[in-house]
């Protein structure tokens, strides 16, 4: 509805701004202000012709305004536009009448589970690649901020229109690895009496003790004697598979199912990394120097060149990396998404640069820099370290705090900004806990409608509203009116908190309501619309939650 009201406001300011003879003006911006002090929707096409004019922008706005008032009397939108003000230093904002907000909720009943959606993205294929945790240990709470960073936001993207996949990326090969290796036979060593030395850069967690033991088990070894036939590589292929189990199953339970699982060891073999340095070598891209092979990154905007093959005629991590990229753009994805922890922002500059070497934009390649989470359990920072083994598992969270619980805090902050994850706040059944406070809020709904139906008092409906005229009212229908702007700035910045904000803000103003307006009133009338009102919060936040993949539970 805000949509529609917007698009006919364009072209009534473009029909006002012919009393400019001659003017060729810019393209018409509308605007949804942040604070309903300066309305619903806001204008700053004074400000822009201020130049051409070589007027004051508060002039100029003064003499459009009346011109817009003159129009709206004729227009269809005179009876929901309540009035036009001018602000400095130039803005014309608008000002929705009752009767403004009544579509919204005749949006929300005609497009229900879909009110929100959009067709913005117009099916653009979008790759976004998460999580990718090497397969060296479980899944951390930082691979959880990930997780419900990258699940949410594919949910978005294909809420508005976008072809968005999720993709995890196994790196099965590699000194990591290795490393892996070499630590579970360390501990199947010890487990049998052998006396060794644990490798100093060793995976210390006691999980590797239990797939040590499992890996005997399955082999059926008993002595040394057995351990000795196992070649290095079964210690290393069996730890990826053990480890890959795991980490699915993680991530299964906590609502995150990926669409594509690629694999290094099949993606960027040797074959397919000589094919790309001889490509980029033909382009003028690779050089070589006292006996390594240096890919031009500073083309692009890197601080240096990168090795991609060092003089002993291994590659860097950053040469399977490339093929990597390259493999998913021949898939046909026209924008890449990878979303990575915070020690890996000096990476951004040599992907972007490769990106364009491959002859792609740089745009066409978002890195997303998902800042790490302090845990806190009973006021203490809980200390986490994967190689010493002592941290906290996205795994002890869930069962900690629960599904719900732990996807939605760890959405609570913007990924660029640290977050703080309280655990005993996140177990509150309190208005303090902001996941319960939604959920609470979509619950109370689900009673008051309950008790509606029991005691036959009325009915909500699905149009034709004309009582719905308190602050309150006014304001729960402009947050509502919201949805589908907060979804679409989600998609434009890759950014969901702004939708756990909005939810918070949503449920905020539904509550408000509810303290301050009789729903199951005497008058059935004012009644029937409190209930449509109230089905509609229920409706927002029920999508948004679904968003989140956060459950919306009836009860509480």
């Known amino acids: 509805m805000f949509a529609d009201i917007r698009a006919q406001l364009q072209d009534l300011i473009v029909e006002a701004l012919k009393i400019f003879e001659g003017l060729n003006a810019p393209a018409v911006l509308i605007d949804l202000p942040s604070d309903k002090q300066f309305g619903e929707f806001t204008c700053n096409i004074a400000l822009q012709l201020s130049r051409l004019l070589k007027k004051n922008p508060l002039a100029i706005a003064g003499e459009i305004k009346p011109r817009l008032e003159e129009l709206l009397k004729t227009h269809p939108l005179g009876v929901q536009i309540a009035r036009i003000d001018v602000k400095a230093p130039g803005f014309i904002n608008f000002y929705l009448s009752p009767q403004g907000f009544y579509g919204v909720l005749d949006d929300v009943f005609r497009q229900k589970e879909d009110y929100g959606r959009s067709n913005f993205g117009g099916n653009k294929k979008f790759c976004l690649e998460f999580v990718s945790a090497n397969p060296t240990g479980p899944l951390t709470v930082a691979h959880g901020r990930q997780a419900a960073v990258g699940d949410t936001l594919v949910n978005i993207l294909l809420a508005v229109g976008f072809d968005a996949k999720r993709e995890y990326y196994v790196n099965d090969e590699g000194n990591q690895i290795n490393i892996l290796g070499r630590s579970i036979k360390a501990r199947a060593q010890q487990i049998l009496g052998i006396t060794v030395a644990f490798p100093e850069d060793g995976y210390q967690g006691d999980y590797i003790r239990t797939m040590a033991q499992a890996f005997m088990d399955a082999q059926g070894i008993k002595t040394a004697a057995d351990l000795d036939k196992q070649p290095d590589s079964a210690f290393?292929?069996?730890?990826?598979?053990?480890?890959?189990?795991?980490?699915?199953?993680?991530?299964?339970?906590?609502?995150?199912?990926?669409?594509?699982?690629?694999?290094?060891?099949?993606?960027a073999g040797i074959k397919a990394i000589e094919a790309l340095l001889a490509e980029l070598k033909s382009k003028g891209y690779i050089y070589e120097n006292e006996g390594a092979w240096w890919f031009k990154s500073t083309l692009w905007g890197d601080d240096k060149d990168r090795v991609v093959r060092k003089s002993d005629g291994q590659y860097t991590y950053l040469t399977p990396d490339i093929v990597y990229h390259k493999d998913k753009f021949a898939r046909g994805f026209e924008r890449i998404v990878n979303i990575l922890g915070p020690d890996h922002h000096g990476y951004i500059p040599r992907i972007k640069a490769a990106a364009a070497?491959?002859?792609?934009?740089?745009?066409?390649?978002?890195?997303?820099?998902?800042?790490?989470?302090?845990?806190?359990?009973?006021?203490?920072?809980?200390?986490?370290?994967?190689?010493?083994?002592?941290?906290?598992?996205?795994?002890?969270?869930?069962?900690?705090?629960?599904?719900?619980?732990?996807?939605?805090?760890?959405?609570?902050?913007?990924?660029?900004?640290?977050?703080?994850?309280?655990?005993?706040?996140?177990?509150?059944?309190?208005?303090?806990?902001?996941?319960?406070?939604?959920?609470?809020?979509?619950?109370?709904?689900?009673?008051?409608?309950?008790?509606?139906?029991?005691?036959?008092?009325?009915?909500?409906?699905?149009?034709?509203?004309?009582?719905?005229?308190?602050?309150?009212?006014?304001?729960?229908?402009?947050?509502?009116?919201?949805?589908?702007?907060?979804?679409?700035?989600?998609?434009?910045?890759?950014?969901?908190?702004?939708?756990?904000?909005?939810?918070?803000?949503?449920?905020?103003?539904?509550?408000?309501?509810?303290?301050?307006?009789?729903?199951?009133?005497?008058?059935?009338?004012?009644?029937?619309?409190?209930?449509?009102?109230?089905?509609?919060?229920?409706?927002?936040?029920?999508?948004?939650?679904?968003?989140?993949?956060?459950?919306?539970?009836?009860?509480?």
């Open 236 to 267: 290393r292929q069996f730890g990826v598979k053990y480890l890959m189990d795991l980490i699915e199953k993680d991530l299964e339970d906590f609502g995150v199912h990926f669409d594509i699982w690629s694999y290094q060891s099949k993606i």
């Open 357 to 556: 070497a491959l002859g792609h934009s740089k745009d066409d390649l978002d890195i997303l820099i998902v800042q790490l989470a302090t845990i806190y359990r009973n006021g203490k920072e809980v200390s986490m370290s994967t190689r010493r083994g002592e941290f906290i598992s996205l795994r002890e969270v869930m069962d900690e705090v629960g599904r719900d619980a732990g996807r939605f805090f760890f959405l609570m902050r913007q990924t660029n900004a640290h977050l703080e994850f309280d655990l005993e706040l996140a177990k509150k059944q309190t208005p303090e806990n902001p996941v319960y406070y939604i959920q609470y809020a979509y619950a109370r709904i689900h009673s008051i409608i309950r008790k509606a139906q029991e005691e036959s008092h009325c009915s909500f409906k699905t149009t034709d509203f004309k009582l719905l005229q308190q602050p309150e009212e006014i304001d729960l229908m402009r947050k509502l009116g919201l949805m589908p702007d907060i979804l679409i700035g989600c998609a434009k910045s890759l950014e969901p908190f702004s939708l756990v904000r909005y939810l918070q803000e949503v449920a905020a103003a539904f509550h408000k309501f509810y303290d301050s307006c009789r729903v199951l009133d005497e008058n059935k009338e004012l009644s029937s619309e409190r209930l449509s009102l109230i089905e509609a919060a229920r409706t927002v936040l029920g999508n948004g939650l679904k968003l989140l993949g956060v459950s919306a539970p009836e009860k509480m």
